[in-house]
């Protein structure tokens, strides 16, 4: 059964770090393209970070470049987000999510596909994290 269980989120203060990982079972990592996503309260669920299975590229949304850094071990099964200097509107909870792909011939921009939710059809259950002083 495949499975994917985020973990790291808490309580910052802004300005600070927090490391979020997210393991998955039952699946060889490396066939996966891997994403995050954050959802805050009375918004729609956002991508924020994702990494192709293909050629490893990595995509962020414009909100998160420069503070955020995603990465993926595929040996552990186990992809990471890196978020330094937090700010309030960081505040949301976060899932990981798996695309199986195979990625559309037609698609013109990556970076949109990538960082869309309707291209992940596996999700986990999310980690809070809240950003305040």
């Known amino acids: 059964q495949v499975q994917l269980v985020e973990s790291g989120g808490g309580l910052v203060q802004p300005g600070g770090s927090l490391r979020l990982s997210c393991v998955t079972f039952?699946?060889?990592?490396?066939?996966?393209?891997i994403g995050w996503f954050r959802q805050a309260p009375g918004k729609e669920r956002e991508g924020v970070s994702a990494?192709?299975?293909?050629?490893?590229?990595?995509y962020y949304a414009d909100s998160v470049k420069g503070r955020f850094t995603m990465s993926r071990d595929d040996p552990k099964n186990t992809a990471y987000l890196q978020m330094d200097n937090l700010g309030p509107e960081d505040t949301a909870v976060y899932y990981c999510?798996?695309?199986?792909?195979?990625?559309?011939?037609?698609?013109?921009?990556?970076?949109?596909?990538?960082?869309?939710?309707?291209?992940?059809?596996?999700w986990g259950q999310g980690t809070q994290v809240t950003v305040s002083s």
């Open positions: 999510a798996l695309n199986s792909g195979p990625y559309p011939p037609d698609t013109r921009d990556s970076g949109s596909y990538y960082l869309s939710s309707e291209s992940y059809d596996r």
């Open positions: 990494i192709s299975s293909t050629d490893g590229r990595k």
């Open positions: 039952g699946l060889t990592l490396d066939l996966y393209a």
